[in-house]
C-alpha cells in the first residue's frame, strides 16, 4: 500500500515511497514557551495562569488550581486608555533562552501589531516581534544519546506502540523500527570505540552532534487566552492554540458556546521558530525533546506540555528526492533546497498539538496525505508535477487537492482537518507597536546575563563534565539528571563521603534508594532536601552530610547495606542524626569481631547437617543460604561478606 514509510535511517531521515517516485517530509517547528516570570509581559499580574472551572482542583503536584479570570489586570483585558509596561524579567529570560540555544542577542529589538480576531484575544492584536526579534541565529543540535534516550516518543526513548503503527504494521504503513534497531550503527561504533579507546571515550562520542536544526529567529510575545468550546463537554474543546481554536469534528458535546478564560492573557512568550531542516516525526520529537531539556536546564521555563507551557505548531511539506531508483535498497544521498515548490507540496500548518504523541501522529498523517494528493496529479514516468515554473515561492500551491492552510489532527481518525486558509503576513496587517519603545540593551547588560551565575550548566556540557570527572557512563548520568537538582545534591555528598569510595558506587544510593523511597512516599527530591541548617526544624528533610554517613559508614563496615537502607527511611522521617548515631541508638552496628563470627558459623553448621551434606555433594547455591542463616541469627548485624569468607573455610574444614 502506498505511501510507504521506509524505515528512519541513523540521522533520522525518512524516505516516503509513492507509487511513482520517493518523497521526502520538510519540516518547520514553531515553539512557543511560556517564560517563568513573576509578572505577566505587559502587566503587574501573576504569571499563575494553570486555571479550572472546579474551585477544589489540583495540579499533578498537589497545588491548588487559579481560578478562572482571576489575574486580570486591565490591560489584559484590554481596557481603552490602558499602556503596556515592558516586564524587565522577560528580557533577562529571553536573553538566557537566545544564549543557551547558541543565537546572537540582538541590541536593538522592536514590537510589532499582529492583527486577527478571536476571543481568546481582547486587544484584536497580538503584540509581537516579527521584523526586529530579539533574537536570531543559534541551532538545536541532537547526538546518538539523544536518539537512545529521546528517540521514542514515550518517556524513556522507547519506541510507543503507536509509533510502530501496531504490532505488525497493520495500518499498511511499515512499522517503525525498535529502539535497538534505530540504533544499531551507533551502538557498533561505541563498541569499536571502548575497545580502541575506552569506555569513556564511547561515551564521548555519543555525544558528538550528528545535525543542527538551525533557528531563524526568537521572539518576545503575548500570550492569547485559553477558549473552552461547548457545555455539554467543557473541558473536550481547551484551547492551546496562538490564535484561537476550533473543536476536533469528532468531539462529542454541544459547541455553541464558547468560554474565555482571560488568566494566561498577556503571559510573557518567546517563540522559537525553526528553519525546515528535519526529515521526519521521529527527527521531530527528538528536537522537541532536547529542547525541553535545554530550556528546562536554564531554568527559564517549565516546558510542560501538559500544563500548555509548551506549545508547538508544525510546518509540514513534502519535496520528490531527484534521481533515486526505487529499486536502491541503500539510503538515498540526496539534497534539495528547501524553499523550492518544484514537484513538491505547500507548506501546511499544524496547530492544537498538546502532545508529542499527536505531534508524532499528525506529520504522519499530513505527510502521507501530501504524498498520496501530489501523486494522484502525477501519470508513471512523469518526472515533475509541478504546475508553476517558480522555484522561490514557498507557498504556491502545487496541487488542486493541497493549498496552503492551516489544519488540526483528529487522533480518533488518525487524519487532519481543515481549520481555516493561511494567512501570509499581509493579511495580518503588521504595523508597529508604537505603545511600546523600541528596546535597546548594552553589551555589558548581555554580558552580565548570561554569566555563569545567571545561566546554569546545560545538559551536553554538563553529561560531559560529568563523564569525564566521575567517570560515570551516559544511562548513569541520564538517571541522575532526570530530577532537577540531583546533580548538585550527588556531588555534595561526593565531597563529604571523604574516602575513595568510586563515585558510582555512590550513585545508587540517590538513583535507586532515595528515588525509590521518595516515589513510595510520593515526593520528590526538591521536597525533602535541605541545603544547610537554615531550614525550619520541623520540616522534612535529608541533608547531604547525612546521606554521605550511611554511604561511608556501609563502606567502613559499620552497617550493613540493608541497615543503610532502614536509616535512610528514618532520615527521611525526621531523624536529623547521622547513620552512625541512629546505628549506635537502635543497636544495628555491624558485627566484625571474627571470633563471635566464626563461632555463629559452626553452630549453624551443626544445626543442619542435611544442607552441608548437599553443598559437598555440588549444590553449591547453598553457600548463600547458610550465610543468611549467620546474618539472621546475628539479627543483621553481621557483615556478609566476612561471614562468607568465615562460612567457607568452616565448610572446608568438614568436608
Known sequence: MYPRFHPVTPNLTQVVQGRHRLWAPVIGLELHCQLKTQHKLFSPESQAVQSTTTPSASDLSGQPLTSPNRHVSLR?????????????ECLQRAVQVIHALG?????????DRKHYFYPDLPQGYQITQRSHPIGRGGSVAWSRW???AHG????????????RGGRDGADGQDPAPTREAQTTAAVESIARSAVSNGPQAAALDLLNPIHHVRIEQIQLEQDTAKSLHGLGDMMGGLSEGGEGSSPSPSAKGTTTTTLVDLNRAGVALVEIV????IRSAREAVVVIRKLQSILRAAGVSDVRMDEGSLR???NVSVRPIPEVSLTDETSPDWTFSPTSTVGGSPRVELKN???LKLIYLAIQAEVRRHVTALEQQQQPGDRDVTTSSSTNNHDTAISPTLTQETRGFDPTTGETFRLRSKEDAPDYRYMPETDVPAVRLTPNYVAHIVGRHCVPELPDDRRRRLVTTYGLGLPECHALMVEPGAVEFWEDVVARVARPVPAAK????LTSELYGQLKARQRDLASIVAPDEADAPDAPRLTAAQLASIVRTVDEGGISGKVGKTVLARMLDGDRRDALAIADAEGWRQVNDNDLVLRVCREIVQRHPDEVAKFHAGKVRLLGWLVGQVVKETKGKANPSAVKAVMTQVLKSTN
Not at 514515550?154 to 509509533?163: C, D, L, P, S
Request: negative net charge; glycine residues 12%; charged residues 20%.
Open 103 to 111: 543565537g546572537q542577542v540582538q541590541l536593538t529589538s522592536r514590537f
Open 274 to 277: 525553526m528553519a525546515p531542516d
Open 152 to 163: 521514542g516518543a514515550g518517556t524513556g526513548g522507547e519506541t510507543a506502540e503507536w509509533e
Open 146 to 148: 539523544d536518539v537512545m
Open 76 to 88: 489584559d483585558a484590554a481596557f481603552p486608555g490602558t499602556i503596556p509596561r515592558l516586564n524587565p
Open 312 to 314: 508547538c505548531d508544525v
Open 353 to 355: 498539538l498538546n502532545s
Open 506 to 509: 555512590i550513585l545508587p544510593w
